[in-house]
């Protein structure tokens, strides 16, 4: 996710490494070896991170199950289905920290140059050692190469989250310099360092646009191996990875290959990993979490389950209404449908309790919206009251909670609001069906890929039956569900949205009503609200911490209260079930399980192939 940042404490900054660069002009221009939002780096000087064990052995593999197919390495340029994996190919300017918010410290870039206050620019400072896979340096014309690419050709997200990129210019070889098109956008620098860089070089025959298989050169810690096209892909171990002894990668990368294995079935993927197909399972069903971790490799201790306790934000596990739909543009409409959604049932019925309500797009953070708008809030909101829609305008001001209801089954009260609702908006009920203001029966397709989601989603769909809706369930395969959500084709689909504690540029992304005209773009809903779009800028504009906070409550206020989406279940966990050969380091990261820094016991994993073969 992107970011905002700080000023740095001009003593401790100097402590850590912050110097004046006189040779170009800029006073307030600062150099330092990390990049910090709104916080202090806790890590600087160390020589490594403190969720690792520099100890750790290097040998192994993991495996791990992946859903649908694949046809691109080029995550970047938004074509085809993109590859599980090749991240690890790839190294960025910096690393982000797992312990600390929008901390990044170095990686190919051993240092950068900006003004905190007024970020009209940044200078990376790259780390002269830094090589490619094939021994090839990294240089400034490859970090120009790859931010011209994804600025131009990469996916119209991307593009917009890199909007306020101006232009990069090669300083040096190892100095390059980007200007941005605002004046104050501090969180550019973060936002940059995050992506990968790439060789000029390996493009210069080859089109930035196009669907490949073809091995892209990299200069990260793992090559690929072998692919099986659609099937599975392999990655090895760099035993030359230029980066190996920094700070952020010591005791990291342990494993001898990464696989990544398909399936189109996740429920097929299961008896996949069952049978040790692959080794390294998170799980997203209550169901299976309670029920089926019961079997012969569990019981013999041979297959172990792990939870991660994380401080993130839960994703946004939703409904979503595509509010282009004629049905959809009508927030009376929307706001009934909410009272047909009987969480309480489901989690009692269907997950076991393992699941909370979400009440926000930010749960399970300092971000979420809770209670009635502070004084500071009120502040943000009070320009824009009178440009809500009332619906909308009430929604921002009260101590908001979705319906509840009596975990019966039958949620009589809720129906008998909707039914108000839709009643007082000018629907009516003709021989049991609904029908708008036009005389037009209300009809819905809900797009899915899923297997197995029509459990938990029809009794979702039977209370709208029940209002006199006709639902129908259009079950697709990953393929063309991607294509679909990227052409917006759908009246209503599920979404699973994740946040960072940095919201910044990304938000633009989820909720402009720019982003909702762009094919490939995550606006799902089609937002268009000109009050969201003006809180988003000042959220990404956000001085400090502070206001940082405000602004995305506020956001938050007005995403519930505009029902685009019925936000609908989530945890503040993840759940891992693996082959008992894995091991982690004593101290854990606060907002990543931190498989990176996992590595495999040797002793361990030959009693799991023991145990296999005698299967």
């Known amino acids: 996710m992107s970011f905002a940042i700080k000023k740095t404490h001009q003593y401790l900054g100097c402590i850590l490494g912050c110097v004046v660069l006189p040779q170009f002009g800029w006073a307030a221009l600062q150099t330092t070896p990390y990049i910090a939002v709104h916080s202090q780096p806790q890590y600087v000087g160390r020589s490594a991170m403190p969720y690792a064990n520099p100890q750790a052995p290097k040998g192994g593999d993991l495996i791990r199950a992946s859903n649908g ?122 936002i940059l360092s995050q992506m990968p860089i790439y060789s000029k070089k390996d493009w210069q025959k080859r089109d930035f ?75 997203y069903t209550a169901r299976k979490w309670v029920t089926e971790y019961r079997f012969p490799a569990v019981n013999a201790g041979m297959v172990v389950k ?107 009260n809720g129906l008998l609001k909707a039914r108000e609702l839709l009643l007082k908006a000018g629907y009516r009920f003709q021989q049991g069906k609904l029908i708008d203001a036009k005389g037009k029966a209300i009809q819905i397709e809900f797009l899915i890929h899923q297997d197995g989601l029509q459990r938990t989603l029809m009794p979702f769909v039977r209370n709208m039956k029940r209002l ?57 809903a089609g937002i268009k609200n000109p009050v969201i779009d003006e809180v988003v800028q000042q959220l990404i504009r956000a001085p400090n911490r502070e206001q940082l906070i405000v602004r995305t409550k506020v956001l938050d206020r007005l995403l519930r209260a505009g029902y685009y989406q019925i936000p609908t279940y989530g945890k503040g966990e993840n759940w891992y079930a693996y082959w008992n050969m894995y091991r982690q380091p004593a101290t854990k990261p606060k907002l990543s399980a931190g498989i990176d820094y996992w590595w495999s016991d040797a002793a361990q994993a030959k009693k799991v192939a023991h145990y296999l073969r005698q299967k």
């Open 69 to 190: 197919t694949f046809d691109n390495l080029n995550d970047m340029n938004g074509k085809g289905s993109s590859t599980d994996g090749v991240s690890f190919i790839f190294d960025s300017l910096m690393s982000s920290s797992l312990d600390e918010p929008g901390v990044m410290y170095p990686l190919l870039a051993e240092k950068v140059s900006y003004d905190p206050k007024q970020t009209a620019f940044v200078i990376f400072h790259l780390n002269p050692k830094a090589k490619f896979s094939d021994g090839s340096p990294v240089t400034a014309d490859d970090v120009k190469f790859s931010f011209d690419a994804f600025q131009t050709k990469s996916n119209p997200g991307l593009q917009m989250y890199l909007s306020d990129l101006d232009k990069t210019a090669v300083l040096s070889k190892h100095q390059v310099k980007v200007s941005f098109k605002s004046t104050n956008n501090a969180e550019m620098p973060l």
């Open 209 to 283: 646009t196009r669907i490949t298989l073809e091995p892209i050169l990299g200069s990260g810690p793992y090559l690929i191996e072998r692919i099986d096209a659609g099937r599975s892909i392999t990655y090895k171990r760099n035993p030359n990875y230029w980066g190996k002894d920094l700070p952020v990668n010591k005791g990291r990368y342990n494993f001898d290959r990464l696989k990544y294995v398909y399936y189109r079935n996740l429920d097929i993927a299961f008896e996949g990993f069952k049978s040790g197909q692959y080794t390294l399972h998170e799980e």
């Open 306 to 412: 792990h939870k991660f306790q994380h401080q993130n934000p839960i994703p946004t596990q939703s409904f979503v209404f595509n509010t282009r739909r004629h049905a959809f543009q009508d927030i009376r409409f929307r706001q009934a449908l909410t009272y047909a959604y009987d969480f309480e049932w489901q989690n009692k019925a269907l997950f076991y309790g393992q699941y909370r309500r979400l009440q926000s797009y930010f749960s399970n953070s300092e971000l979420e919206a809770k209670g009635t708008p502070s004084a500071a809030e009120l502040a943000v909101l009070k320009p824009y009251l009178a440009k809500l829609h009332p619906i909308q305008r009430q929604g921002v001001l009260q101590n908001w909670q979705y319906p509840v209801t009596d975990a019966s089954g039958f949620n009589r």
């Open 468 to 524: 006199g809706i006709t639902v129908n369930i259009r079950h697709v395969d990953v393929p063309q569900y991607i294509e679909r959500m990227r052409r917006a084709d759908f009246d209503m689909t599920t979404s699973v949205m994740p946040q960072s504690l940095s919201p910044g540029n990304e938000q633009a992304q989820l909720w402009s009503s720019a982003a909702a005209d762009q094919p490939g773009n995550y606006n799902y």
